[in-house]
């Protein structure tokens, strides 16, 4: 049977996160980046003077750097014969962009990390890193530069628990519609709304509880929680209840009480993902739990 996000065309959360692939806006999000930072330095030069590169191997000018990098890229990325190499740059040039344009995802990674690990000018890999990392969190990669090397942010383990949390059963279908929209709001390439995502999926942890508890019975997550333990419903780890009741403080107006998390600009993809996360792991395991004890009466 489609779900709901089949039937409305929505990508999977495996898609929309960017792990096992690469759209073109992030594609070309990373070229521009090369551009800007390595290969516009060797604009309007023709030839490459490979004479300077052996008097100076190490480099001391912007120019000798390049030369340096391209020797690195030939020899130990491409792993092809140094007099391969083309001295006349654009033809250097073209061979790097169609590399980059055809090769498969996962290996534009692997060419974008070499370059910072072999380009001998470290300031200006760190600002390449650095913008790198906005292009990878603007397009909703899987991936960040963490010390000069890609490293993946968001697991196999976190989609599933996303994408298991989605799954419509009708009872759960409000639950499901904060989870959705919290994905939408976090996954919005044109303006992401990190603090409301953040609010609906703790919102759908709130739905829950209260669905479980009976809406007559509780109208907030704290008193669905409270319900819940004093009946023995299900089991729930007390550790867990804290954090889930700090972070719907965090969320609500309640008591008068605005938690300043809500107020900070600085909360991001990063803050609003492991909201989306852990709220819905913790719905799946509300989920089999509650079916252990419907299974059990």
Same mark, same amino acid.
């Given at each position: 049977?489609?779900?709901?996000?089949?039937?409305?065309?929505?990508?999977?959360?495996?898609?929309?996160?960017?792990?096992?692939?690469?759209?073109?806006?992030?594609?070309?999000?990373?070229?521009?980046?090369?551009?800007?930072?390595?290969?516009?330095?060797?604009?309007?030069?023709?030839?490459?003077?490979?004479?300077?590169?052996?008097?100076?191997?190490?480099?001391?000018?912007?120019?000798?750097?390049?030369?340096?990098?391209?020797?690195?890229?030939?020899?130990?990325?491409?792993?092809?014969?140094?007099?391969?190499?083309?001295?006349?740059?654009?033809?250097?040039?073209?061979?790097?962009?169609?590399?980059?344009?055809?090769?498969?995802?996962?290996?534009?990674?692997?060419?974008?990390?070499?370059?910072?690990?072999?380009?001998?000018?470290?300031?200006?890999?760190?600002?390449?890193?650095?913008?790198?990392?906005?292009?990878?969190? %603007? +397009?909703?990669?899987?991936?960040?530069?963490?010390?000069?090397?890609?490293?993946?942010?968001? $697991?196999?383990? /976190? !989609? &599933?628990?996303?994408?298991?949390?989605?799954?419509?059963?009708?009872?759960?279908?409000?639950?499901?519609?904060?989870?959705?929209?919290?994905?939408?709001?976090?996954?919005?390439?044109?303006?992401?709304?990190?603090?409301?995502?953040?609010?609906?999926?703790?919102?759908?942890?709130?739905?829950?509880?209260?669905?479980?508890?009976? %809406? +007559?019975?509780?109208?907030?997550?704290?008193?669905?929680?409270?319900?819940?333990?004093?009946? $023995?419903?299900? /089991? !729930? &780890?007390?550790?867990?209840?804290?954090?889930?009741?700090?972070?719907?403080?965090?969320?609500?107006?309640?008591?008068?009480?605005?938690?300043?998390?809500?107020?900070?600009?600085?909360?991001?993809?990063?803050?609003?993902?492991?909201?989306?996360?852990?709220?819905?792991?913790?719905?799946?395991?509300?989920?089999?739990?509650?079916?252990?004890?419907?299974?059990?009466?």
């Amino acid at each position: 049977m489609e779900s709901f996000s089949q039937r409305q065309g929505i990508k999977p959360v495996i898609n929309i996160l960017q792990s096992d692939g690469m759209d073109e806006p992030l594609r070309n999000g990373l070229w521009s980046n090369l551009c800007i930072y390595y290969w516009d330095s060797l604009k309007g030069i023709k030839t490459i003077d490979f004479i300077s590169f052996k008097k100076h191997p190490y480099g001391i000018i912007p120019l000798d750097h390049m030369i340096y990098f391209l020797h690195q890229v030939w020899l130990h990325y491409f792993k092809l014969p140094i007099d391969d190499l083309p001295e006349y740059w654009p033809s250097v040039y073209t061979i790097l962009r169609n590399h980059f344009f055809n090769c498969k995802w996962n290996e534009v990674y692997d060419f974008i990390e070499f370059v910072v690990r072999v380009y001998p000018d470290n300031k200006k890999s760190e600002i390449f890193t650095e913008r790198c990392n906005y292009i990878l969190q %603007r +397009e909703l990669s899987a991936y960040r530069f963490v010390n000069y090397r890609i490293a993946r942010i968001t $697991s196999e383990i /976190e !989609i &599933n628990e996303i994408e298991e949390s989605l799954k419509i059963v009708e009872k759960f279908k409000p639950v499901s519609e904060h989870l959705e929209r919290a994905l939408s709001l976090l996954s919005d390439k044109e303006n992401p709304d990190y603090r409301n995502s953040i609010k609906e999926s703790i919102s759908a942890v709130e739905s829950i509880c209260i669905f479980i508890a009976g %809406r +007559e019975r509780a109208s907030s997550l704290g008193k669905a929680i409270q319900y819940i333990e004093k009946k $023995s419903i299900v /089991e !729930i &780890n007390p550790r867990l209840k804290d954090a889930l009741e700090k972070m719907y403080a965090y969320t609500n107006d309640a008591g008068g009480i605005r938690h300043a998390l809500l107020e900070e600009s600085s909360l991001d993809f990063e803050d609003a993902k492991f909201m989306l996360v852990s709220c819905s792991a913790f719905i799946n395991s509300l989920k089999v739990k509650l079916s252990k004890v419907k299974a059990d009466s």
